[in-house]
């Protein structure tokens, strides 16, 4: 779209992963896409340490074929390993390259990549710690423009909720969240007296229909997985979220100003996502609690101060929404396409 204002033709080749879920969802857009190797350097022991060096190097060899046959003006990487053959290909041969760090503490392969990148688009600021700082750039995180269109009134019928009542949202992610569903699972009969809860759960985690489980009480429901357009629509109707911590789930939550318990993933990579959301925390945007410490009690306690105080809500509202990311993909297009510009000349 950028491009298209600035009437600058544009190709598109996307280098992934063999055997990855990328491809086909690449392919359905109608961009090219080329698969090399792709290793993973783990920090701790195990058996594929010993195999993934000679992928990775596998995967630069692919990679350099492609960059000679394709000669990019431009290189772009969203970090994680599958980018490192592409990215450090682009680099041995000149290439501009721009990467993005979505987390507050960038992952092993975009610390890697910084030292290589011409630009580091940045969505958290505190990231600059990480990186030379005149490289970087302050983006923002990109997020799915569906979100920002939920219906609220399509959510109360899709899922069965009386619109009159409020409603607690917990979702986990795509995965679900194991730890988070168990609290839930206690915290249910207490909290239902004063509100509905929409539980995403997680694939094959749903709760069985009996009457010690909380999906036996009226006022609960339950879902495995949810598309794009239920994700909106569940973001929209709900008086209170309760989320996991990853940037994607954070500027998400930003861009529609709801107030939000958030409880970081404990095992992350860097810990990144306690970082995350301490960062969202001391701009008072949102309520964090590590797991450590979170006890069903506790967490009940701290639904109902929010549920009975709206200026609580009103205020955590407002301050995550100075945190969204309004503009990070048209910045980011800015950004890749001023070194395409400048590599062409």
């Not at 950028?2 to 690449?26: C, Q």
């Not at 290793?39 to 995967?59: L, M, Q």
């Not at 915290?187 to 489980?213: E, F, M, N, T, V």
Request: include cysteine.
């Amino acid at each position: 779209k950028k491009a298209k204002e600035k009437n600058i033709p544009l190709e598109f080749l996307w280098v992934g992963s063999t055997f990855g879920p990328e491809k086909e969802l690449v392919e359905k857009t109608g961009v090219r896409y080329k698969s090399v190797l792709t290793g993973k350097i783990r920090r701790y022991f195990s058996f594929e340490n010993f195999i993934d060096p000679f992928k990775i190097f596998v995967g630069i060899l692919q990679s350099l074929w492609i960059v000679i046959t394709y000669r990019p003006d431009v290189t772009f990487g969203k970090g994680g390993f599958v980018s490192f053959p592409a990215v450090f290909a682009s680099w041995l041969l000149y290439k501009p390259i721009l990467i993005h760090e979505s987390d507050s503490i960038p992952g092993l392969t975009n610390k890697i990549l910084g030292k290589l990148a011409t630009k580091i688009a940045l969505s958290f600021k505190i990231a600059k710690n990480f990186f030379r700082e005149d490289k970087c750039v302050i983006t923002g995180n990109p997020i799915s423009r569906e979100i920002l269109f939920g219906d609220k009134n399509r959510g109360f019928e899709r899922f069965n909720l009386d619109p009159e009542k409020p409603v607690l949202f917990i979702t986990g992610g795509s995965q679900g969240a194991e730890a988070v569903n168990r609290i839930i699972d206690q915290c249910a009969p207490r909290l239902l007296k004063d509100c509905q809860i929409l539980h995403q759960r997680g694939k094959g985690k749903l709760k069985p229909q009996d009457r010690k489980s909380p999906s036996y009480i009226a006022g609960y429901r339950q879902v495995e997985f949810l598309s794009r357009e239920e994700m909106a629509d569940s973001l929209t109707l709900a008086t209170i979220i309760i989320a996991r911590a990853g940037a994607n789930s954070l500027f998400e939550l930003a861009s529609i100003g709801k107030p939000a318990i958030i409880i970081p993933l404990p095992l992350a990579a860097q810990d990144h996502q306690r970082s995350n959301a301490f960062y969202f925390q001391k701009k008072k945007a949102v309520v964090v609690f590590t797991e450590a410490n979170l006890t069903p009690e506790i967490l009940t306690g701290i639904i109902k101060d929010l549920l009975e105080n709206k200026e609580k809500r009103r205020s955590l509202s407002e301050n995550i929404k100075k945190l969204a990311s309004e503009n990070a993909v048209g910045l980011i297009a800015d950004h890749i396409l001023e070194l395409g510009l400048k590599s062409r000349r």
